[in-house]
T-cell receptor, first 112, second 113 residues
């Protein structure tokens, strides 16, 4: 029972920014927004996570709206290797690690 | 850092046989997770351990499935007896505990004939 809603698929031109939206209108105050991706035939890979503030790392940027009901993952210069299924997950943090509930994700196709 | 190691990478067996999947988490990680992925159901959490103790096994489909973590560097997922509907890719992941960043292994593709 995923708590997020994502588009099923998106296309992006190589070299352009890929903006992947995610709705999480029922997010609780202690829940983080996580993004993972799964390249074909591989295990999921962590990308980024955040609570309230926008976050950036070497892979992507995460923009979270002020009301925290939605977020956008930005891949600034998409490459063909970024073609994957991208999962947006909301999850609270606790001392035992946490359970991640994966939904259907967004299948991003980066095209030359 | 070798990452999470899973073995075997591929397993083909016949219905009714016992199947054992193995996982070695990243050294120092104290949480370990088993997932199953199928086209129909997507990626599902089966069970997770913290400090070698099972915390939540509500995702384990039925009594044919069992998981153990005898020490911090090894876990097994066993299916006995296996059925064709158990065919899936099984992923193991580990995390440092306080962080929810999970590191996934390459998966074991199980085919039950």
């Amino acid at each position: 029972d995923a708590k997020t809603t994502q588009p099923t698929s998106m296309d992006c031109a190589e070299g352009r920014a890929a903006n992947l939206p995610c709705n999480h209108s029922t997010i609780s105050g202690n829940e983080y927004v996580y993004w993972y991706r799964q390249i074909h035939s591989q295990g999921p890979q962590y990308i980024i996570h955040g609570l309230k503030n926008n976050e950036t790392n070497e892979m992507a940027s995460l923009i979270i709206t002020e009301d925290r009901k939605s977020s956008t993952l930005i891949l600034p210069h998409a490459t063909l290797r970024d073609t994957a299924v991208y999962y947006c997950i909301v999850s609270a943090s606790n001392n035992a690690g946490n359970m991640l509930t994966f939904g259907g994700g967004t299948r991003l196709m980066v095209k030359p | 850092d070798a990452g999470v190691i899973q073995s075997p990478r591929h397993e083909v067996t016949e219905m009714g046989q016992e199947v054992t999947l193995r996982c070695k988490p990243i050294s120092g990680h104290n949480s370990l997770f088993w997932y199953r992925q199928t086209m129909m159901r997507g990626l599902e959490l089966l069970i997770y351990f913290n400090n070698n103790v099972p915390i939540d096994d509500s995702g384990m489909p039925e009594d044919r499935f069992s998981a153990k973590m005898p020490n911090a560097s090894f876990s097994t997922l066993k299916i006995q007896p296996s059925e064709p509907r158990d065919s899936a890719v099984y992923f193991c992941a580990s995390s440092p505990g306080l962080s929810n960043r999970q590191f996934f292994g390459p998966g074991t593709r199980l085919t039950v004939l």
